[in-house]
T-cell receptor, first 113, second 114 residues
Framework: ETGVTQSPTHLIKTRGQQVTLRCSSQ?????VSWYQQALGQGPQFIFQ???????GRGNFPPRFSGLQFPNYSSELNVNALELDDSALYLC????????????FGSGTQLSVL | GENVEQHPSTLSVQEGDSAVIKCTYS??????FPWYKQELGKGPQLIID?????GEKKDQRIAVTLNKTAKHFSLHITETQPEDSAVYFC?????????????FGTGTRLTVIP
């Protein structure tokens, strides 16, 4: 069974740039969620995708957007990066019948300078 | 929205002793309460979960208890080992339609001293 994989593991960007983070869900999982984890904090919900559509969104501005592909993999895009966007971005997959039971990848550490 | 509070923020125990981490939640509609372990450089790993129709669940050295009336739940680790050292997060979800997203506590850094 393949777990959740994310790429890249680390990324450095400058303020105002755009970034795309990628995620492959665990085998058999059809739902993908993205979370932002600031240093020393718990993860915060960004959004969730199911059947290639956004299925719910947390308190994040529209410059955070996503995609889900037919193979259930997903992308997180962030436009107009701000310094406060520096964080660990976590992707989690789950089954539609148990959307809240999340299995996380190791994350992408994004630094915005 | 849901608000999850977690205590303590740091916890040091001697190897072999027990560790207890406590969380409270605010939304009475929450019905799913997982616990995650996060090691350095890794994502959170689900270690145990409990639903609101159950008061206690145990898996080897780990147990979780839930008090719906008081809106609090706890993680108990017995016979702690150095490899239990990590940051532990509690979370809550209200279920229903939509994303069923998790609301996380701020974490507890557990150190097991050999």
């Amino acid at each position: 069974e393949t777990g959740v994989t994310q790429s890249p593991t680390h990324l450095i960007k400058t303020r105002g740039q755009q970034v795309t983070l990628r995620c492959s869900s665990q085998s058999g999982h059809n739902t993908v969620s993205w979370y932002q984890q600031a240093l020393g904090q718990g993860p915060q919900f960004i959004f969730q995708y199911y059947r290639e559509e956004e299925n719910g969104r947390g308190n994040f501005p529209p410059r955070f957007s996503g995609l889900q592909f037919p193979n259930y993999s997903s992308e997180l895009n962030v436009n107009a990066l701000e310094l406060d966007d520096s964080a660990l971005y976590l992707c989690a997959s789950s089954l539609q019948g148990a959307r809240e039971k999340l299995f996380f990848g190791s994350g992408t550490q994004l630094s915005v300078l | 929205g849901e608000n999850v509070e977690q205590h303590p923020s740091t916890l040091s125990v001697q190897e072999g002793d027990s560790a207890v981490i406590k969380c409270t939640y605010s939304d009475s509609a929450s019905n799913y309460f997982p616990w995650y372990k996060q090691e350095l450089g890794k994502g959170p790993q689900l270690i145990i979960d409990i639903r609101s129709n159950v008061g206690e669940k145990k898996d080897q050295r780990i147990a979780v208890t839930l008090n719906k009336t008081a809106k609090h739940f706890s993680l108990h680790i017995t016979e702690t080992q150095p490899e239990d050292s990590a940051v532990y997060f509690c979370a809550a979800s209200s279920g229903g339609t939509g994303a069923n997203n998790l609301f996380f506590g701020t974490g507890t850094r557990l150190t097991v001293i050999p």
